[in-house]
């Protein structure tokens, strides 16, 4: 009878601990906005995966906040890369308290979801987002982890002028803070550097046909014709480019064109072959954990790798990094810890200047071969 007594005991105290553990277990929400619907849904499901696999990678580690376990638990939410439904979104992870935000994709998106999240005094870390814009208004909440359209649209435009030695270009844009904006440092930088502009049309990043603008183009007898937008809107131009004849012509873009999917979407037009594209960042070769991450990510997520989700990895990182070094989880707390990053990524070694840009970010410059992304540096 007392040995049985003592078995109980023993038990409703087992009982107890767990209880006491599990109380001191506290969720933590981490933000994601990204396009998950449309065109540019690729994009969005690349990049959620990129959190996902970084919330799993920090639950794997155990992590203590506060004298407390923390369970990171990711809130997706899908802003079909509209400015109206990012704001949207942005408030709802705003009323849901969540702890800091990663996202969002699109610069459109971002940049008028950025006063939402300062307005609530929540953090948000983009990797993929590159208009300049997005830093200009100061927020102490807007961080970015990847190189801006500054270094793009340069870039570019001094491999066209000063590698390939091309005189006359083409530009296209698709009317986004995108679009535009890095077609308009590719113009500003390819003038200094003596091209000529022979003409300058635009489009939407709804539209699929490009017969009349491409024909406009043709007029011109331009070398190289430069996009601003995403893949949607370039594979089949590239592939209404083939069938004007514009075969020889060279087509330049940002980040938002340089993924493994403009070769399925130009549906094998030889015109790929003939595209240079620029991202920020190192190529996934020469980033310090580039090869051993993406083989977990490809067995994890197969097919699915487009550009970002290297950035978003690291962008979650960074913010739990923040979260460490302040001893807190409260973003009034944290966040002014995240200027003060200097954290080893995997993409690279994360610390920021003033106004939340990444200091010294890289860019690669990449061809196709064979449909296949390559990096020329």
């Known amino acids: ?54 919330i799993e990678d920090l639950n794997a580690q155990g992590v203590v906040i506060g004298g407390k376990k923390i369970r990171f638990e990711i809130q997706a939410e899908d802003d079909a890369a509209d400015p109206k439904q990012g704001t ?10 969540v702890a800091g935000v990663v996202g969002h994709l699109n610069s459109g998106t971002t940049i ?47 491999y ?13 844009d698709d009317r986004s803070a995108y679009g535009q904006g890095v077609a308009e440092v590719f113009k500003k930088t390819a003038l200094t550097k003596g ?10 990043d709804k539209a699929t046909d490009f017969m009349a603008i491409l024909t406009a183009i043709k007029a011109k007898a331009p070398d190289a014709i430069f996009f601003g937008g995403m893949d949607p809107q370039a594979g089949p131009m590239l592939r209404q480019m083939e069938q004007l004849g514009l075969s020889n012509v060279k087509y330049f873009g940002g980040d938002g064109i340089c993924t493994a999917e403009i070769a399925k979407l130009a549906a094998g037009a030889k015109t790929v072959g003939n595209v ?6 190192s190529s996934l070769q020469k980033m310090p954990g580039g090869a051993a991450w993406k083989a977990r990510y490809d067995a994890k997520y197969p097919g699915q790798f487009q550009i970002y989700s290297p950035y978003t990895y690291d962008a979650t990182f960074v913010l739990v990094d923040a979260m460490k070094r302040a001893n807190s989880v409260d973003p009034k707390v ?26 010294n970010p890289a860019i690669t410059l990449y061809v196709y071969k064979d449909g296949k992304k390559t990096p020329l540096n």
Do not use: W
């Not at 001191?24 to 990049?47: E, F």
């Not at 948000?124 to 102490?140: E, Q």
């Open 88 to 97: 949207a979104a942005a408030q709802k992870l705003c009323d849901s308290k």
């Open 276 to 281: 240079v594209c620029a991202e920020g960042g």
């Open 334 to 359: 944290y966040t002014a810890k995240l200027i003060e990053t200097n954290y080893k990524g995997i993409t690279t070694t994360i610390a920021f200047e003033p106004n939340g840009e990444l200091k």
């Open 1 to 54: 009878m007392q040995l049985k007594l003592k078995l109980t005991v023993a038990a409703a105290l087992t009982v107890v601990a767990g209880m006491a553990s599990a109380q001191d277990v506290q969720v933590v929400k981490i933000g994601h906005v990204a396009p998950m619907s449309g065109s540019q849904a690729h994009y969005g499901k690349d990049n959620e995966n990129g959190v996902r696999m970084a």
């Open 160 to 172: 066209a002028a000063d590698a390939l030695k091309l005189k006359k270009v083409a530009i296209i």
């Open 195 to 204: 091209m000529q502009v022979v003409d300058e049309q635009f489009t939407t």
């Open 112 to 158: 008028p979801a950025s006063k939402v999240y300062n307005d609530c005094g929540i953090p948000h870390v983009t990797g993929a987002a590159t208009n300049p814009n997005l830093s200009k208004p100061g927020y102490k909440t807007t961080y970015r982890i990847i190189a801006n359209d500054n270094a793009l649209g340069a870039g570019l435009a001094f």
